[in-house]
């Protein structure tokens, strides 16, 4: 079958990289794609989000299945999109409805939908600018530190912890009435603060039946020891030594089970990825967010641990058979640790020539903000590449990937150098 990967991260290049891989893959595009793709697929010059310019793509290239990467086009309805052209309802798409979506798109909805189907949570609250004042008051009642999230997608940067009361009310203040996050802060979720150790949960689902896929761990902080400002992610690890098996029993029990019977009794149609992103408090698990794709960088580490063909789950998706489906994982650790271009998650410059990947053995490099151009590969983007490796255990297979990474350059390249220092 031909198939379309939309996206351009290395989220979507580890996606091209396995669906390659799959002997019923006949033809791989990916749109917009990076360089990383351009070496195993063709590349369409197409944005995510422009639905018309995919419909023409996928008659024109005869594309059976959709992949879809990245939240923006399944919040914007890209899944309702196809089954309501009567030209495109036969392709497949992987990716919940809008309306399962909103999952992500919203936190408000996101939270009430934990709490109907009583799956453990931060208590919160919900603000919006006719009552800020409320908001204020209800900082007042919490411990420090503050959380507020803005209610809708903020290319990851929309979460802020701050340890000082009247910090937080200036905030709440910056994001609802000043607009701090644009569309995405016209409602913002206050709620408790968890103390604890994150980790994420990865369930494909069909709408009827799920699978687990491996948990993972990242570091979003820029700088060493988890300091600095938030970013899309420096790095990842899979599995997470602390999820043992008593652990994972308790998030299968208390968050998958009801999340997946909570999609059907609501009615919220999906097929995809379930992203949970978790946190261990004492000894049980609790639901700190809902993403309704795979997260960027833990699909480095966790789609290279899958050995199973990943077009055929796709296509127990698609058909609703996913029970019918063994999924086998590869009992190796696999670390993945990100490049970043200099000033990054702040401003950053673009461009730069990356060398050495020739050099690069035992380890994958899974490109990111990074294109072709005239035969060189430049940066082009904030998060550059993410070089992953495999061992027998965490400790190995990161020691594999920074000795990769001092085979590359390009100017300004920053990177932590302690993934996995928590753990």
Known sequence: MNILILGSGGREHTFAWKIAQSPLCKKLYVAPGNSGTDQIAKNLEIKVTDFQAIKKAVLEHKINMVVVGPEDPLVLGVHDFFLNDKELAHVSVIGPQKAAAELEGSK???????????????????????????????????????????????????????????????????????????????????????????????????????????????????????????????????????????????????????????????NLPYKGFVFIGLIKVGKDPKVIEYNVRMGDPETEVVLPRLKTDLVEIFQAIANQTLDKIDIEIDSRAATTVMLVSGGYPEAYEKGKEITGLEYVIDSIPFHAGAINKDGKIETSGGRVMAITSFGNTYQEAIKKSYQNIEKLHFDKMNYRKDIGFDL
């Not at 420090?144 to 997608?153: I, M, S, T």
Request: charged share 25%; net charge negative; with cysteine.
């Open 108 to 266: 408000e909805f996101a939270k009430e939908f934990l709490v109907r189907h009583n799956i453990p949570t931060a208590a919160y609250k919900c603000f919006n600018i006719s009552n800020v004042e409320e908001g204020y008051a209800f900082l007042e009642t919490l411990n420090p530190p503050y959380v507020l999230k803005a209610d809708g997608l903020a290319a990851g940067k929309g979460v802020l912890i701050l340890n000082n009361l009247n910090e937080a009310k200036t905030e709440l203040k910056s994001m609802l009435v000043d607009a701090k996050f644009g569309e995405a802060s016209t409602k913002v979720v206050i709620e408790e603060f968890l103390d604890g150790i994150e980790l994420s949960c990865f369930v494909l689902t069909d709408g009827k039946n799920y699978k687990i896929l491996p948990t993972a761990k990242d570091y979003k902080r820029i700088g060493e020891g988890d300091t600095g400002l938030n970013t899309g992610g420096m790095g990842a690890v899979s599995p997470v030594p602390f999820a043992t098996e008593d652990f994972l029993n308790k998030i299968e029990e208390r968050i998958v089970k009801p999340t997946i019977e909570g999609l059907k009794k609501d």
